[in-house]
C-alpha cells in the first residue's frame, strides 16, 4: 500500500506561481504524475516523472510554465506552476504509476489539492 499526501494548493492572481507537493510513503514508488481535472471537464494529464528524476514529461498546455521534479530529501515530487492562468484553476492530484512509464497504469492516487488562478 502507498499513501499520498499532497499539499500546496491555494488561491493566486493570473500570472503568479504555486508550488504542489506530492510526498509518498509504503511501497517502493516507480514514478509519479500530476493530473487536474476542471469543474465541467474530463481528467487531464499534466506531468509524469520517474522516481529516479528523470525523464520527465510535461503536456503541451502546460510546458515552459510547469516543470515536475524530484525531491529526494522529502521523498517527494513537487510540481512548480509558473506564469499561472485562470484556465489552469482546477483541482490537482498526484498519482503513483504501476511501473516507471508514463504509459503504465496508475495504482493509487492522491486525495486532491485546488489551485484556483483569479483574473
Known amino acids: 500500500q502507498v499513501q499520498l499526501v499532497e499539499s500546496g494548493g491555494g488561491l493566486v492572481q493570473a500570472g503568479g506561481s504555486l508550488r504542489l507537493s506530492c510526498t509518498a510513503s509504503?511501497?517502493?514508488?516507480?514514478?509519479v504524475g500530476w493530473f487536474r481535472q476542471a469543474p465541467g471537464k474530463e481528467r487531464e494529464f499534466v506531468a509524469h516523472?520517474?522516481?529516479?528524476?528523470?525523464?520527465?514529461y510535461h503536456a503541451n498546455s502546460v510546458k515552459g510554465r510547469f516543470a515536475i521534479s524530484r525531491d529526494n530529501a522529502e521523498n517527494s515530487v513537487s510540481l512548480q506552476m509558473n506564469s499561472l492562468k485562470p484556465e489552469d484553476t482546477a483541482v490537482y492530484s498526484c498519482?503513483?504509476?504501476?511501473?516507471?512509464?508514463?504509459?503504465?497504469?496508475?495504482?493509487?492516487w492522491g486525495q486532491g489539492t485546488q489551485v484556483t488562478v483569479s483574473t
Open positions: 516523472i520517474h522516481w529516479s528524476g528523470s525523464p520527465a
Open positions: 509504503g511501497r517502493a514508488v516507480r514514478s
Open positions: 498519482a503513483i504509476y504501476s511501473g516507471g512509464s508514463v504509459y503504465d497504469a496508475i495504482n493509487y
